[in-house]
């Protein structure tokens, strides 16, 4: 399995000057890939030209999204910028895409809510139709498609590369991967789907992991009683990141990003630390 970090662009305190050493940083290091979040109505950068801008500063961890929210993207403007961040960092993007489950990032543009998940399909159907005419068949991005429903997984076997999973225990994951696997085969599709998944984590203790908690439950509120659950799913230990990791690795994942919950540089070090044992 190869491991991922995000960078934090969701989270308070998070400047631009930071992220952009947090992605030299982990650039230089033994991550595989740096993931950015989305969100339309949130103090948080936007992950497209976030990546942009990364691009330009590392030379080899993969980029990815985890994940934009399709529907509010004009396909072939959003297609264009995804082919040229790909093209300008060498080939090293991932688009992993979802309908969002949030209703005011929809409000905040002023788009319908209502028939999201139709959109998506003709997005993805329309982003890989443009990568392949471009490029060439699998030259362009890989197509990851984000989820929880039973549609998500026919979503992903009719038009992508892979599924992301957004979340919780490796039993969790595992389910999912499994709803992929058959969504695939149903589908007709050779070989199996790329299996990408995410957590959120927070090393150490005292002020700093309470700043932490505060954001996983604003970042979630929209769930109601459910944030609190998410925030106690934090990895705050390198115990529990360390048996994370080990499980979604048995579980069958190819691919986990850790997202941070802290904008502080030190995270990023200590993640480091830990995942080097």
């Not at 005419?133 to 991005?141: L, T």
């Not at 039973?150 to 038009?159: H, K, Q």
């Not at 595992?174 to 790329?194: L, M, N, Q, V």
């Not at 230990?237 to 941070?260: K, M, N, W």
């Amino acid at each position: 399995m190869r491991l991922g970090v995000g960078l934090p662009n969701s989270v308070p305190g998070a400047e631009p000057r930071l992220l952009l050493e947090w992605a030299r940083r982990a650039d230089e290091g033994t991550f595989d890939s740096l993931g950015v979040v989305d969100r339309m109505r949130y103090d948080s950068l936007e992950p497209m030209t976030l990546l942009a801008a990364v691009g330009a500063c590392t030379t080899r961890i993969e980029l990815v999204t985890m994940v934009v929210i399709g529907p509010l993207r004009d396909h072939a403007i959003f297609g264009r910028e995804a082919a040229t961040i790909h093209a300008l960092s060498g080939g090293r993007l991932t688009l992993g895409l979802a309908v969002g489950a949030r209703t005011d990032d929809y409000d905040a543009l002023g788009v319908a809510h209502q028939g999201r998940g139709v959109r998506l399909e003709d997005q993805l159907a329309a982003l890989r139709d443009a990568f392949e005419a471009a490029s060439g068949p699998g030259a362009g991005p890989d197509l990851l498609v984000g989820g929880g429903s039973d549609i998500t997984f026919v979503r992903a076997a009719r038009y992508a590369d892979g599924y992301v999973h957004g979340g919780g225990p490796p039993r969790a994951f595992e389910r999912a991967a499994s709803r992929a696997a058959t969504a695939w085969t149903d589908a007709g599709r050779p070989g199996r789907p790329k299996l990408w998944a995410q957590a959120y984590f927070a090393l150490g203790d005292g002020a700093g992991l309470e700043r932490a908690r505060s954001y996983m439950r604003d970042y979630y509120a929209f769930t109601g009683p459910f944030a609190e659950k998410i925030t106690e799913g934090l990895l705050t230990t390198p115990q529990s990141i360390v048996q994370f990791v080990r499980g979604y690795e048995e579980a069958g994942c190819d691919h986990l990003v850790l997202l941070p919950a802290l904008a502080e540089l030190g995270q990023l070090d200590a993640l480091a630390e830990v995942v080097a044992r």
